[in-house]
């Protein structure tokens, strides 16, 4: 058993409640990973995922190493049948295979690189450990998605639910630097399995991938996309047509309090880290219906089922 992306989940509403429970009673399980490894290799920055992710594991009674690959690994080698006589120093095959003989589950962080869409589409990291790895691998976020990140998603809008089918919008907001679609990717797959009034807002030529997005709503107006909704989740991507590109900085698109009157009292989610006062207004992320802090908190649980169901699964 893999967790790579949304699709590996069997019944979201199922995992949430698993979730909750498991936030309820952390230690319930703490036998659990006893004498297992959990193996974090890191090829890009992180505050929540490692900290979170590590913590799961050791509420499961797991050991944990963390690698940050960039500045400690060897540069690795993807191709087959590469002539290895320029930068890397070891190919894929030979550290998937060697890794899988410390760590019992295998977690992976590796960006995109914003360069190439064919090659971030591909995913050569992830997919390079899951063919030659032996042991489970969980996506620590990709080039595509975060699978961990929307799964704490779906349980903090679970504990924030309204009595009625809620509108959710997924707006994207202006940043200085170029972003992966990873975080929107996650949540629209993850919203495509909710009861929800799903809306997407971007400017025009902000689509995200077709193949993602699929059938779900897409409004280019912000200020209309807002109303009467009740989650309102922020992010930036970069352009995805213009693959990589910041073709648009227009300020208009920050979270202002202005814009957050136009919902229905809405509450604020992003994943963090952000851009305070060019993703959202102060105002709006130290307002009382701003839930991010909850979100990060979430996302032990989310990563405590995930490492749980894969040591039930696979190793009793
Ligand atoms: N949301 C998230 O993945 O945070 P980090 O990049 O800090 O891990």
């Known amino acids: 058993m893999n967790y790579i992306s949304i699709q590996n989940i069997d019944n979201l509403s199922q995992w949430v409640q698993d979730a909750l429970k498991i936030k309820a009673n952390p230690l319930k399980n703490k036998k659990l990973g006893k004498h297992k490894t959990l193996g974090m290799l890191f090829f890009n920055p992180s505050l929540r995922t490692?900290?979170?992710?590590?913590?799961?594991?050791?509420?499961?009674?797991?050991?944990?190493?963390?690698?940050?690959?960039?500045?400690?690994?060897?540069?690795l080698e993807f191709e087959d049948g590469a002539i290895m006589s320029?930068?890397?120093?070891?190919?894929?095959?030979?550290?998937?295979?060697?890794?899988?003989?410390?760590?019992?589950?295998?977690?992976?962080?590796?960006?995109?690189?914003?360069?190439?869409?064919?090659?971030?589409?591909a995913e050569i990291v992830l997919s390079?450990?899951?063919?030659?790895?032996?042991?489970?691998?969980?996506?620590?976020?990709?080039?595509?998605?975060?699978?961990?990140?929307?799964?704490?998603?779906?349980?903090?809008?679970e504990e924030f639910k309204t009595p009625h089918r809620p509108k959710v919008v997924l707006t994207w907001a202006p940043h200085p630097k170029a972003l992966p679609q990873a975080v929107a990717n996650s949540f629209v797959e993850m919203m495509q399995l909710q009861d929800a009034d799903f809306v997407i807002t971007h400017p025009e030529g902000y689509e995200l991938n077709p193949?993602?997005?699929?059938?779900?709503?897409?409004?280019?107006?912000?200020?209309?996309?807002?109303?009467?909704?009740?989650?309102?989740?922020?992010?930036?991507?970069?352009?995805?047509?213009?693959?990589?590109?910041?073709?648009n900085a227009d300020t208009n698109w920050t979270i202002t309090a202005e814009k957050m009157a136009l919902t229905n009292n809405a509450k604020f989610m992003?994943?963090?880290?952000v851009r305070r006062n060019v993703i959202v207004a102060?105002?709006?992320?130290?307002?009382?219906?701003?839930?991010?802090?909850?979100?990060?908190n979430n996302r032990t649980y989310a990563a405590q089922l995930v490492l749980e169901k894969i040591l039930k699964k696979v190793y009793k």
């Open 211 to 247: 193949e993602i997005t699929k059938d779900s709503k897409i409004e280019h107006d912000q200020d209309k996309a807002f109303e009467n909704a009740d989650f309102i989740y922020a992010k930036n991507w970069s352009n995805y047509i213009e693959y990589g590109q910041i073709t």
């Open 86 to 121: 320029q930068g890397a120093s070891e190919h894929i095959k030979e550290a998937a295979e060697v890794v899988s003989q410390y760590c019992d589950i295998i977690a992976i962080r590796a960006f995109a690189g914003l360069v190439e869409k064919e090659k971030d589409n």
């Open 128 to 157: 390079g450990f899951l063919k030659h790895a032996t042991v489970p691998i969980v996506n620590m976020e990709g080039c595509t998605g975060h699978p961990l990140q929307s799964l704490a998603d779906a349980i903090t809008m």
């Open 50 to 75: 490692r900290l979170s992710t590590q913590k799961a594991a050791l509420n499961l009674g797991m050991n944990v190493m963390v690698m940050n690959f960039t500045n400690e690994g060897w540069t």
């Open 270 to 273: 992003h994943c963090l880290p």
């Open 282 to 296: 102060d105002e709006v992320i130290d307002s009382e219906n701003s839930i991010v802090i909850q979100q990060a």
